[in-house]
């Protein structure tokens, strides 16, 4: 089945600098990489995702990138703000959604 | 609704005792997941529903776990002779399929075993 490993487990940034978020998976058969954020108490929601047929994708001050051939994609935050401050987790589909284990990022203002 | 809705938000049973936790999907949406997060960690995947396909099992800890998705609609998970271990958040998802579309959570139900 589907594996997906994430990096780094945690982050901490200046506020106003960018933050990475890395993530690999295994199964060259999934073909769609969402990316959730989880604030403390709260539900995962979905803040960007990308479909295998498709390189890069940005939103504002988000932009995720995927290389299909490393199995690789990443989420990359602008210009990072106190409320960017969350639990991210990436993943996968291939026929189910397979998560990656989180990781906590921290922006200090 | 408007959302993925699941009950009890909150849940305090003694250790031994069985437990229901109940998932009302968004409307149509014919995948559904449960996923198990404890304090502190990741999103653990426990089964997975699609359409009339034989479910998922395959991340379900043990067999005192278990599953049903009556009519293609509401979802309970049960789990039976609960252990302090099992104190976690369960969290219920739901997408239009299972294939690469959006999947939107409920708020979870917080379970505590004494």
């Known amino acids: 089945g589907e594996n997906v490993e994430q990096h780094p487990s945690t982050l901490s940034v200046q506020e106003g600098d960018s933050a990475v978020i890395k993530c690999t998976y295994s199964?060259?058969?999934?073909?769609?990489f969402p990316w959730y954020k989880q604030e403390l108490g709260k539900r995962p929601q979905l803040i960007i995702d990308i479909r295998s047929n498709v390189g890069e994708k940005k939103d504002q001050r988000i932009a995720v990138t995927l290389n299909k051939t490393a199995k690789h994609f990443s989420l990359h935050i602008t210009e990072t703000q106190p409320e960017d401050s969350a639990v991210y987790f990436c993943a996968a589909i291939r026929n189910k959604l397979v998560f990656g284990a989180g990781t906590i990022l921290r922006v200090k203002s | 609704g408007a959302g993925v809705s699941q009950s009890p938000s909150n849940k305090v049973t003694e250790k031994g005792k069985d437990v229901e936790l109940r998932c009302d999907p968004i409307s149509g949406h014919t995948a559904l997941y449960w996923y198990r997060q404890s304090l502190g960690q990741g999103l653990e995947f426990l089964i997975y529903?699609?359409?009339?396909?034989?479910?998922?099992k395959s991340g379900l800890p043990s067999d005192r776990f278990s599953a049903e998705r009556t009519g293609g609609s509401v979802s309970t998970l049960t789990i039976q002779r609960t252990q302090q271990e099992d104190s976690a958040v369960y969290l219920c998802?739901?997408?239009?399929?299972?294939?690469?579309?959006?999947?939107?959570f409920g708020q979870g139900t917080r379970l505590t075993v004494v």
């Open positions: 529903f699609q359409g009339n396909s034989a479910p998922d």
């Open positions: 998802a739901s997408s239009v399929t299972g294939g690469p579309t959006e999947a939107f």
């Open positions: 199964d060259s058969a999934s073909n769609y």
